[in-house]
């Protein structure tokens, strides 16, 4: 499989800007490059508006509001299916953040309420990365001061090393891997690579230096971030936050779940958004992955 690169040169602009068929307007009349983001985002046709899938979606109550979370089968299958079925078990009912670390993250699952506790069911073997040949849906946008490569896949931000790696390495292999940026959802584990269970943690901060390749990151917070950030700082808080319930999406009564579409990050349409927002300058450099921020409607409705 190959992977895709996004080049946003200044001229690759002006080709899209004359061919706005997607956003219905034509460059003589509302030229891409004037557009804002806000506007972009409203013009998207519908063929750009991803849905995704309740079996894969959980939503978690918290106090300050719901967080929408995609899990992201298609990277760490056995993290997923662990956290399907303490969610489906009633697992996380109750639990608190036992841990929250101001700029940094919220690490949340332990029974005990101490970091050492877990779950009843088998420890996880590691899926911190893999390599580029496993998937053709990242798409590349650049680099930044961190990873030659970075993009996204499906909405979540990945990096990857350099493909030219390949003929050089014995084991042929080109890590790709999912960035700790904040609403990141990832797994905590002790000392050992397979031991991740039940805890897991999610970012409020860029961790990238310190977590990514080193933790499974497990899925992505596509609604309800505000609120994950009211979540109370301490190792422990005074008073942690409690996880009112957490259920899969797919189990809720379809009057109250939410339909949930993200911007496809594949489509000219994003790649419009981001070279508006400033996001990616002529030379391909990305300026801060972690501050894109993923278009997305809730029920027909654009989140602001």
Same mark, same amino acid.
């Given at each position: 499989?190959? %992977?895709?690169?996004? =080049?946003?040169?200044?001229?690759? =602009?002006?080709?899209?800007?004359?061919?706005?068929?997607?956003?219905?307007?034509?460059?003589?009349?509302?030229?891409?490059?004037?557009?804002? *983001?806000?506007?972009?985002?409203?013009?998207?046709?519908?063929?750009?508006?991803?849905?995704?899938?309740?079996?894969?979606?959980?939503?978690?109550?918290? *106090?300050?509001?719901?967080?929408?979370?995609?899990?992201?089968?298609?990277?760490?299958?056995?993290?997923?299916?662990?956290?399907?079925?303490?969610?489906?078990?009633?697992?996380?009912?109750?639990?608190?953040?036992?841990?929250?670390?101001?700029?940094?993250?919220?690490?949340?699952?332990?029974?005990?309420?101490?970091?050492?506790?877990?779950?009843?069911?088998?420890?996880?073997?590691?899926?911190?990365?893999?390599?580029?040949? @496993?998937? /053709?849906?990242?798409?590349?946008?650049?680099? @930044?001061?961190?990873?030659?490569?970075?993009?996204?896949?499906?909405?979540?931000?990945?990096?990857? &090393?350099?493909?030219?790696?390949?003929?050089?390495?014995? @084991?042929?292999?080109?890590?790709?891997? *999912?960035?700790?940026?904040?609403?990141?959802?990832?797994?905590?584990?002790?000392? @050992?690579? $397979?031991?991740? $269970?039940? &805890?897991?943690?999610?970012? %409020?901060?860029?961790?990238?230096?310190?977590?990514?390749?080193? +933790?499974?990151?497990?899925?992505?917070?596509?609604?309800?971030?505000?609120?994950?950030?009211? %979540?109370?700082?301490?190792? *422990?808080?005074?008073?942690?936050?409690?996880?009112?319930? =957490?259920?899969?999406?797919?189990? =809720?009564?379809?009057?109250?779940?939410?339909?949930?579409?993200?911007?496809?990050? $594949?489509?000219?349409?994003?790649?419009? +958004?981001?070279?508006?927002?400033?996001?990616?300058? /002529?030379?391909?450099?990305?300026? /801060?992955?972690?501050?894109?921020? %993923?278009?997305?409607?809730?029920?027909?409705?654009?989140?602001?």
């Amino acid at each position: 499989m190959s %992977i895709r690169r996004v =080049v946003l040169s200044a001229c690759s =602009v002006m080709i899209l800007a004359a061919g706005m068929a997607t956003t219905g307007a034509s460059a003589k009349d509302e030229p891409a490059e004037t557009l804002t *983001p806000a506007q972009i985002i409203e013009a998207a046709p519908e063929t750009v508006w991803r849905k995704i899938d309740p079996e894969n979606t959980i939503y978690m109550d918290l *106090p300050a509001g719901l967080v929408i979370i995609e899990l992201r089968a298609d990277f760490a299958p056995g993290h997923v299916k662990q956290i399907k079925t303490l969610v489906r078990d009633g697992f996380y009912n109750g639990l608190s953040f036992h841990r929250v670390i101001e700029g940094f993250m919220a690490q949340g699952g332990d029974p005990a309420g101490t970091g050492a506790g877990g779950s009843e069911l088998p420890d996880l073997i590691a899926e911190f990365s893999r390599d580029t040949s @496993d998937t /053709d849906e990242f798409v590349e946008i650049g680099r @930044d001061r961190v990873a030659p490569r970075v993009g996204f896949i499906n909405g979540m931000p990945f990096g990857a &090393q350099p493909e030219e790696l390949r003929a050089f390495k014995a @084991d042929r292999h080109v890590d790709l891997w *999912p960035l700790h940026c904040p609403g990141t959802m990832s797994m905590a584990r002790t000392g @050992d690579p $397979n031991s991740a $269970n039940s &805890q897991f943690f999610l970012m %409020i901060g860029d961790a990238r230096l310190n977590l990514d390749r080193r +933790y499974t990151a497990w899925g992505w917070i596509v609604d309800g971030f505000e609120a994950s950030r009211r %979540i109370a700082r301490g190792e *422990p808080p005074t008073r942690p936050t409690p996880i009112m319930r =957490v259920r899969v999406a797919a189990d =809720v009564p379809d009057a109250d779940r939410r339909e949930v579409e993200v911007m496809r990050t $594949n489509s000219e349409t994003f790649m419009r +958004y981001i070279k508006a927002r400033g996001d990616v300058d /002529d030379t391909g450099f990305v300026k /801060d992955i972690c501050e894109i921020k %993923i278009p997305a409607r809730i029920n027909g409705e654009i989140e602001r």
